[in-house]
């Protein structure tokens, strides 16, 4: 390059930002030396140096050379070797957002557009729902404005991405000397660099999900200490303790019950304990040996996780309440992949597409619907079950619906649409949660409503009681979640972090924890007693909308928009496998009752079982060879065409199911 | 730029009442416009998923104004969606039809009906992991077929592992169902209802239990009942309604159905009595037939061979009575155009002059027999034609249609008058079958094949009022003979003019114009009316 070209460069790059003293000097010195060499950098010889000027001087604002620089970055990464192309494709996404607000930022509101739309083909797959939010950005305001698009400004994003391919990219950058594109990596993305062969394409799912500032304080809060252990004195351990009798009350059960077992048989329809027992009974007669067999040794299992202290002050259980669950326990059946529970559903007619959400309580005798009419109502399927079959003997009934009569309870209080609709471990509260920003609770017993709980600031989403009762926390559309006790107006505990609305909430089975999943795409696990966030779960594409405990407490599931269910470790918070198979929203999710298999409802008008149980033992002994994609889907149960809103597997593993049914679109 | 253009910011800002609005105002808007729209209508979807819902409503964009403390849109919320309408003189301004409502109107309308009240029904998805097939449940063979192409489709492992229960138990409802259904085809006493329950066996969901009941159902019923026509006729009927079926898996049964299916087309004998019209109870059968190979001859690929054989096996049979013969005939006929051609006109000259003494009135005196006999080469004059039919079809056709050919099929009408009356006195007992089945080409009911080929019909109806006082009057004995011998004396006079002009311009044609002849030969000029009357006047 001419020397005095590079010299009127530096000449205009210095006018243009306002060093005017410096370009002032530079001017004279030029001529007091007559173009001869004036500082002691030679940057008419340093071939870098002068690239570097040259980029300054082309005119900053032409708003083509972010479609023409990226285009070529494109083309370069879609065309270089398969083994690190999946790396090399991964730095696309980023840089095409940022060269997309880059764009915006500079106010080419026609260029950005046309960029984005010629270009956003590459990443729909992945990140649509981004991409749906980052289209309406138009004017610079918008990126001020919009959560989401301010944090990918103001964080950068890391990749991971292994040597070679790290060299490839740079080489590439310097020879075609993109110093645009070099620019908004550098500014935007963190570069991992590890060294070896390049990662399996599929394997890492984090590498791809953009959450704003997550990753740092994800990784830091990552590194503290949980415990996942169940409590100490738990019921399953008092069971255990009185494993003696088990065989013995067995015994004796299944004999008194063997006469019952022919009537109700008839009586198929009426679930509820009875239809549990049917099942337990059959089950039992087929392999008693073989159960029992599996009981010892899941008892063996239990006994050897670890064991926790209760943080809360926790509820103290009625004697029956707690001998009824006992029984339940003694009474569970096992499952596994070779034995399948038996599936209930309760279908909602009617609805008139009114009902938003329907909660089934422990023992399936109760369900209850939320509906956008801001009613409750809540069925009682044992007198339901009754009334069918001895409608003629009962004459003076009250509640059967036969002569007209509703036959459920209608709870009226809310002042908006109700969201969610839970039942209390005993089935004694109904705790229920609305756009009117409050909580309710309702006696089932007295069919009024108790209490009204004041304190979010928007829509609260979801209402779950700790699996003890007494305890339940919310979550809302304000951002937080919220821990409250029965008997106190405010909330104890209030938990802020995520950056959309939190949609639903779940308790761990030691209660010391509870886990948010919200619309940020992210799930966290909260410590109950300190209210701090200790886990950062990353990996949905799209808003987490079911989540579940196992039983053992080390695990958690989490299903999404997309039909995609991860599985999480609590320890390590990463995803032990995600379990692809529905195709539309998977609404609820619920664990067996000793953790073997997990029950998912979607959208797409399925039940799906998955076996979880042989997957976590396995990875065990395959973490080595690092593949890890051992869950399976054991059983699809298709409904006719009823959404699956709410699943529930019984203390006994008996599984429960509601939706409302919808007209076939065709 | 953004996709509300600048123009309907301005005409929405006329309708609040600024006027001078800049377009540089309106342009700086537009965007902003639809970042807002955009911002709500994620909104609303948040509130669509939480109301469990994958389908957007206005309550969902109400709920999502909510959740912005925006005041919401006041106003009526209408059942039916919004129905824009054109502005006339405009090409691209629409309004919202708002029809004005009068008050009377409202007042003295009806209530409506109160809409039915929620509830919750129960029933078992799955009992120990099988699902039951009860009508609660999805059928299984509906669902099996989008779960091919759903979008995420694991390699590992079935998604789908439906198994039936070992146990098959029936629920009361459908035991009821099929008693139902069982003695409205065996009572044979009420056709109505008896048609409504074949609709129903078409179409209701869920029957799929019954069908191993129903094949033997039927199995038994053909084998007991071949004397009894009509109960043969009514279980034809089922078997097309299960057939028709969508919902309902049949395939596995089939080969429990086919027998008794072929039984009924080739049987010696269907039904006891004279007048059971057992050939209707044939022609429906071998449609039965057509219809079964046409549905599962892809995925069961020995059906149709297998079922050929037979019936060749059967026409090829000297031994065999004409009826199956008959049978045999039409269900090849159904079959095909190529059947009939690979394995009828194969066997057409030899099998004619088997059956020429039948026909012979001199020599058949048993009336019945030779009646049967000329039911048998009408079948097969049939099924030969319709061949050729297809087969000219694929012809250069030449659309100049001889003036002279009008006058030419009007003195062949009049020529050949005394001859169909023969025909009708014949089968004074089983007409309109017999019209039926050599009628083709929808003529309103012409009784021999000659009066098809004739361009108009309006001679036909006085014919035909006439001829049944003549018809049974003239109903005796001889009446066969005279027909047949009336008939040669036809066909030959006609023969003989047309002859030599058909073969010279045949001469040149392929082998389908040779097959022509060759059915010419055999047939006289009654295979005639099966030519399109295009490739007729390429003939003539």
Wanted: aromatic share 8%; hydrophobic share 35%.
């Amino acid at each position: 390059m001419d020397p005095e070209q590079v010299d009127e460069f530096v000449m205009g790059y210095l006018k243009k930002k306002g060093f005017n003293s410096a370009a002032k000097h530079l001017q004279e010195s030029l001529h007091n030396n007559n173009g001869s060499t004036f500082s002691s950098i030679d940057y008419h010889n340093d071939p870098e140096l002068n690239k570097l000027i040259r980029s300054f001087s082309q005119s900053e604002n032409d708003p083509s050379r972010y479609r023409e620089g990226y285009s070529k970055l494109r083309s370069w990464g879609y065309n270089s070797l398969d083994l690190y192309k999946h790396e090399l494709v991964r730095v696309m996404y980023p840089v095409f957002i940022h060269c997309y607000m880059d764009l915006v930022g500079k106010g080419h509101t026609q260029e950005a557009r046309s960029f984005f739309n010629s270009f956003r083909k590459d990443h729909e797959m992945v990140h649509l729902r981004d991409l749906q939010k980052l289209g309406g950005v138009l004017a610079p305001s918008h990126l001020q404005e919009m959560e989401f698009a301010r944090s990918l400004r103001q964080s950068k994003i890391n990749i991971k991405i292994c040597q070679y391919s790290y060299d490839l990219l740079l080489q590439y950058l310097h020879r075609t000397e993109s110093t645009l594109m070099l620019g908004i990596i550098n500014e935007h993305i963190n570069f991992q660099v590890y060294s070896g062969q390049p990662n399996s394409a599929s394997d890492d799912i984090e590498a791809v999900t953009i959450v704003g500032s997550f990753h740092e304080t994800a990784d830091h809060v990552n590194q503290k200490e949980i415990h996942w252990g169940l409590l100490e004195d738990s019921l399953e351990d008092r069971l255990e303790k009185t494993g003696g009798l088990l065989s013995d009350s067995e015994k004796g059960q299944g004999e008194s019950k063997a006469g019952d077992m022919d009537d109700s048989k008839k009586r198929s329809a009426e679930i509820g304990k009875q239809g549990s027992s049917i099942k337990k009974l059959k089950k039992d007669k087929a392999g008693t040996a073989t159960t029992k067999v599996a009981r010892q040794e899941t008892s063996t299992v239990l006994s050897s996780m670890p064991r926790v202290k209760p943080e809360l002050a926790m509820p103290v259980m009625s004697a029956d309440v707690e001998e009824s669950i006992l029984e339940d326990l003694r009474n569970r059946v096992q499952l596994s992949s070779i034995a399948m529970p038996s599936v209930s559903f309760y279908t909602f007619v009617n609805t008139h597409n009114g009902l938003n959400s329907s909660s089934i309580s422990h023992d399936g005798s109760l369900v209850a619907g939320g509906f956008s009419d801001s009613s409750i109502k809540v069925w009682d399927m044992a007198k339901i079950g009754q009334a069918g079959s001895c409608a003629l003997q009962d004459e003076n009934n009250q509640t059967v619906g036969l002569n007209g009569r509703r036959n459920y309870t209608l709870l009226v209080g809310h002042s908006g649409p109700v969201y969610s609709a839970t039942f209390s471990p005993p089935g004694d509260y109904v705790l229920s949660s609305s756009a009117d920003t409050t909580i309710r609770l309702w006696s089932t017993k007295l069919n009024a409503n108790l209490v009204c709980y004041k304190g979010h600031n928007h829509t609260v989403w979801d209402a779950q009681f700790s699996p003890f009762g007494h305890y339940f926390a919310s979550c809302s559309h304000d951002r937080t979640a919220r821990i409250w006790s029965m008997d106190r107006m405010q909330p104890l505990r209030m938990m802020a972090g995520h950056l959309s609305d939190v949609d639903c909430v779940q308790w761990h089975p030691n209660c010391n924890y509870i886990a948010t999943g919200s619309s940020d795409k992210t799930v966290r696990l909260w410590d109950v007693q300190t209210g701090e966030c200790v886990r950062i779960f990353i990996g949905h594409r799209s808003m987490v909308l079911s989540l579940a405990m196992s039983p053992d407490g080390r695990y958690m599931a989490s299903g999404d928009e997309d039909g995609t269910i991860m599985m999480w470790d609590l320890s390590t918070a990463r995803c032990i496998t995600p379990l692809m198979g529905h195709n539309s929203c998977v609404w609820t999710l619920s664990y067996s009752g000793e953790g073997s298999l997990l029950a998912s409802g979607s959208a797409d008008c399925t039940v799906k079982l998955w076996d979880v149980s042989s997957s976590t033992k396995l990875t065990k002994a395959e973490e080595k060879n690092g593949n890890s994609n051992r869950l399976r889907s054991l059983r699809t149960f298709p409904t006719k065409s009823t959404p699956v809103h709410a699943l529930r597997f019984s203390r006994r593993n008996l599984l429960f199911a509601a939706g409302a049914i919808s007209k076939p679109s065709s | 730029m953004s996709i509300v253009p600048k123009e309907t910011i301005e005409v929405i800002a006329q309708s609040i009442g600024i006027t001078n609005l800049s377009p540089e105002a309106a342009l700086m808007l537009a965007p902003d416009v639809e970042y807002r729209v955009r911002e709500i209508m994620q909104e609303a979807i948040k509130c669509m998923r939480h109301s469990k819902r994958t389908t957007l409503t206005a309550s969902d964009v109400d709920g999502a104004l909510n959740l912005r403390n925006l005041e919401p849109i006041y106003g009526f919320g209408s059942g039916g969606p919004i129905r824009f309408r054109k502005a006339i003189g405009h090409r691209d301004l629409f309004y919202t039809d708002d029809r004005e409502v009068d008050f009377k109107d409202v007042i003295e309308a009806p209530l409506p009906k109160a809409p039915l009240d929620t509830e919750i029904v129960c029933h078992w998805l799955a009992i120990e992991g099988v699902q039951p097939a009860i009508p609660e449940n999805a059928p299984l063979e509906v669902i099996r077929a989008p779960a091919e192409n759903q979008i995420y489709q694991q390699k590992d492992g079935p998604l789908i592992d439906i198994r039936l229960p070992v146990k098959h138990v029936l629920s009361k409802e459908l035991q009821l169902y099929f008693q139902k259904i069982a003695e409205l085809t065996l009572s044979k006493s009420n056709p109505s209802l008896f048609k409504e329950a074949l609709v129903s066996l078409a179409s209701d969901s869920g029957l799929h239990p019954l069908v191993p009941y129903f094949t033997n159902f039927i199995a038994d019923e053909v084998s007991r009942g071949l004397n009894d026509f009509l109960l043969l006729f009514n279980l034809m009927h089922v078997v097309r309604s299960l057939l028709q079926n969508p919902h309902i898996h049949i395939e596995p049964y089939l080969h429990q159905l086919m027998p008794s299916v072929v039984t009924c087309l080739v049987s010696r004998k269907l039904g006891n009595r004279f007048a059971d019209n057992h050939w209707d109870l044939r022609d429906f059968t071998a449609n039965l037939v057509a219809l079964i190979c046409k549905r599962f001859g892809n995925t069961y690929i020995t059906l149709q061979s297998r079922l050929t054989k037979t019936l060749v096996n059967a026409l090829l049979d000297p031994k065999k009575a004409l009826t199956q013969h008959y049978g045999a005939i039409q269900g090849l006929a159904a079959l095909g155009h190529n059947v009939v051609r690979l394995l009828v006109l194969s066997n057409l000259e030899p099998y004619l002059s088997l059956l020429e003494p039948e026909l012979d009135a001199e020599k058949q005196k048993n009336q019945m027999k030779s009646y049967e006999a000329w039911r048998v080469y009408g079948a097969i004059l049939r099924a030969a034609g319709l061949c050729i039919h297809d087969r000219l079809k694929i012809f250069p056709t030449l659309p100049s249609p001889s003036p002279s050919f009008p006058s030419k099929g009007k003195g062949k009408v009049i020529s050949t008058e005394p001859n169909k009356r023969k025909l009708g006195v014949d089968s004074s007992e089983n007409r309109s079958p017999h019209k039926r089945l050599i009628a083709t080409d929808g003529s309103d009911g012409g009784p021999s094949p000659m009066q098809v080929d004739r361009p108009t019909g309006d001679a036909n109806p006085p014919q035909n009022s006439v001829r049944p006082s003549s018809s049974e009057q003239a109903s005796d004995g001889n009446a066969p003979e005279s027909r047949n011998a009336k008939e040669k004396d036809d066909s030959k006079g006609r023969a003989i003019t047309r002859k030599a002009i058909l073969d010279q311009i045949w001469k040149d044609d392929l082998d389908s114009g040779r097959l022509l002849v060759k059915l010419h030969q055999l047939y006289g000029d009654r295979i005639l009316p099966f030519i399109p009357s295009t490739e007729m006047s390429l003939f003539l």
